[in-house]
């Protein structure tokens, strides 16, 4: 097997087994994980809806937030309302309707050790998506139009206690260009072949190793720049179900500031997250 951390169109010679492929449910003693997390993030919007697997049965979330700090949000096991079909989205709740597409594109590949066993993760970061659709919240109708949704699959073999600090954003910096990041600590943030990315006008560009604030209030980058974090509302949950125990705090909000080589936001929106689980 390769050298790993690897990234980029290399992913692909890999002699592993990667989604789109069903991947083994077990590799040695490690269950498979897998999800899908699809965010759009906009001036007066913003959402995520997603799907776990841990064994047979998904777990499903929805959460939508405004900037005067409301939050509606659902997590279950089964299917709750949600439909994740390609790059179809859908959630029907009481006062809340999600119909969404989204344009995918190939995304940012990478796959990392998790130890010296052979133990293997991988993930697919899809920024700037142009998404289309609606939001109604209690009668209030969003139109979504744009460049404005992230995706997230990830699948592996992860070890027992995994813990990570990451943020998902979308905005325009002040020369008019679009820009969109993932940034992490934790997981696939090796110091070079990780899953840090910046899409400048949909390029994607490598970013160096980052901090978080542990209050998520920050994030700062190897060449003294950083974005700071504004919070609309915050989701939460916490799992502790037999062997599988997890927490995680993910708020919405907006950014100001700088991102590697200078690059200032105009406006940003997105999410931070800290997430720690034993699965």
Not at 64 to 78: C, K, Q
Not at 97 to 110: A, F, K, R
Not at 140 to 146: C, K, L, Q, S, V
Not at 240 to 255: D, E, H, I, K
Request: net charge negative.
């Amino acid at each position: 097997m390769a050298q790993l951390p690897v990234r980029g169109p290399a992913v692909r010679k890999l002699d592993l087994s990667l989604p789109p492929e069903r991947m083994p449910c077990r590799l040695g003693s490690r269950p498979l994980k897998r999800w899908r997390y699809v965010g759009v993030y906009t001036t007066d919007v913003m959402l995520c809806v997603g799907e776990a697997w841990i064994g047979p049965v998904p777990q499903r979330w929805w959460a939508v937030a405004t900037p005067d700090g409301a939050l509606r949000e659902r997590t279950t096991f089964g299917r709750g309302g949600v439909t994740l079909d390609g790059s179809a989205v859908r959630v029907q709740a009481e006062g809340v309707s999600i119909e969404l597409e989204l344009d995918e594109h190939d995304g940012v590949e990478i796959v990392s050790p998790v130890d010296e066993g052979g133990d293997y993760i991988w993930t697919r970061k899809q920024a700037c998506l142009a998404a289309r659709g609606t939001v109604e919240l209690d009668g209030r109708r969003h139109e979504i139009d744009g460049p404005v949704g992230f995706i997230d699959d990830s699948a592996g073999y992860h070890a027992r206690h995994t813990e990570w600090r990451w943020s998902a954003g979308i905005g325009t910096l002040d020369d008019g260009r679009l820009v969109g990041w993932n940034l992490v600590a934790g997981i696939h943030d090796a110091a070079s072949s990780s899953e840090r990315t910046l899409w400048i006008d949909h390029d994607p560009v490598s970013v160096a190793p980052v901090e978080f604030a542990a209050d998520l209030s920050e994030v700062s980058f190897a060449d003294g720049r950083a974005l700071e974090f504004y919070e609309w509302s915050a989701r939460e949950h916490s799992t502790n179900a037999w062997l599988v125990r997890s927490g995680y705090r993910q708020p919405f909000g907006t950014f100001t500031g700088e991102l590697p080589g200078g690059l200032r936001l105009a406006e940003g929106f997105g999410v931070m997250e800290h997430h720690e689980a034993l699965w």
